[in-house]
Every structure is written in C-alpha cells, then in structure tokens.
C-alpha cells in the first residue's frame, strides 16, 4: 500500500479522492496474487472498499508528511483494524482446501 501511495504521490496526484481500486488495477493483481495465489477464491468486494480505503489512507499521511514520524503507520492500523471482518466459519476448519475442493 505504502509503494503505489507512493507512487501516486510521486506521480503529482494531488488528492485522496482520486485513487480508487478495482478489479482491474494493479494494486488489486499484486494483492491477489499475494493472498490469493492460485485464485482459489472469490476477491469479496468489501476487500476492495477497505484496499481502497487503506491506499487513500496511506497517501494522505504521505502528503500531508506524516511519514516522516518513526510510528506514523499507527494511526493508518486503528483506522484499518475498525474495517475489519470476521472470518467466515469455513476458513476456521481444517480441512478448508479440501472442502472448497469438492465444491
């Protein structure tokens, strides 16, 4: 996230308001391909609003210089962590894999 805030930074974007991610941007590939690395599921469009969310987040702290705190991170994890959901019953079991599987 902190990268491609960056990036956009770098780049002479000069608002929050316009970053957004989806589907088809990069950060969303890189992500995917980090978690979800033989695609074995579905990317639940709520990912997408809190990547989003943690981007802009991200990049505002960088504009505004806050990056230049040794813990300017924090404030982006209290933000990132009241996003949070739970984790769906099925990827608690142990034998997840092989239960999507015979799906």
């Not at 990036?7 to 941007?25: C, N, P, Y």
């Not at 230049?68 to 962590?81: E, G, L, Q, T």
Request: proline share 4%; net charge negative; glycine share 4%.
């Amino acid at each position: 996230m902190e990268k491609f805030a960056r990036q956009a930074f770098g780049e002479g974007v000069s608002s929050h308001e316009k970053l957004s991610m989806s589907r088809d941007s990069e950060l969303f590939r890189v992500l995917n391909l980090h978690y979800n690395k033989s695609n074995d599921f579905e990317v639940p469009d709520r990912f997408l609003e809190v990547s989003q969310i943690t981007l802009r987040e991200f990049f505002t702290a960088i504009h505004s210089g806050k990056d230049s705190d040794p813990s300017w991170k924090k404030a982006i994890y209290k933000v990132i962590c009241k996003l949070d959901s739970e984790v769906p019953e099925l990827f608690k079991s142990p034998g997840c894999l092989q239960e999507l599987i015979r799906e």
